[in-house]
């Protein structure tokens, strides 16, 4: 992998990859500089959303996204939990910039921030799952009413640190 940042430097580098990897192809990405990462962890059934939960950077509720960027969020989230018919947990990645945003990655299992965001909404969302995929009766969920200055942190903890 190599990072250009010049037409240059593009030229260059793909000069050298294309004499390496003739047969074979290779991926450009562009990388969208000043923009958010955001995970959004849901529930669907029948690819309707049971619940979701928006957070940036493990930071629930989200502190720093612009309102329409969290309504598209959603809205683009229901699209995809309908369009691929989930039944159970999802995870999607988007990245936000100037209230537009792009899908990075929709991964159908619980993500690794699917513990956390029910212990700061109160929602249990692994029971939830669990009885959308055993076609079980569930109450949907949406508004957490959390108050506005709660808020919950994950912090990564290594035990090397």
């Not at 390496?20 to 849901?42: G, L, R």
């Not at 979701?52 to 629930?60: G, Y």
Request: charged share 20%.
């Amino acid at each position: 992998m190599n990072i250009v940042s010049t037409g240059d430097d593009l030229e260059t580098y793909l000069t050298q990859a294309t004499a390496a990897f003739c047969n074979h192809p290779f991926v450009i990405t562009k990388y969208i500089e000043q923009a958010k990462e955001i995970e959004m962890d849901a529930i669907a059934k029948d690819g309707k959303l049971c619940t979701t939960s928006p957070n940036a950077t493990l930071i629930h509720p989200p502190q720093d996204l612009d309102p329409e960027t969290v309504c598209q969020i959603e809205e683009a989230t229901a699209k995809i939990g309908n369009a691929l018919d989930v039944t159970g947990p999802f995870n999607i990645q988007f990245i936000a910039k100037n209230n537009e945003i792009k899908v990075i990655e929709c991964n159908l299992n619980a993500a690794r921030t699917f513990p956390f965001v029910p212990k700061v909404t109160g929602i249990d969302a692994i029971e939830m799952a669990t009885k959308v995929m055993l076609n079980l009766p569930i109450e949907a969920y949406f508004d957490t009413g959390l108050c506005p200055d709660y808020v919950g942190v994950k912090v990564p903890q290594f035990s090397f640190s």
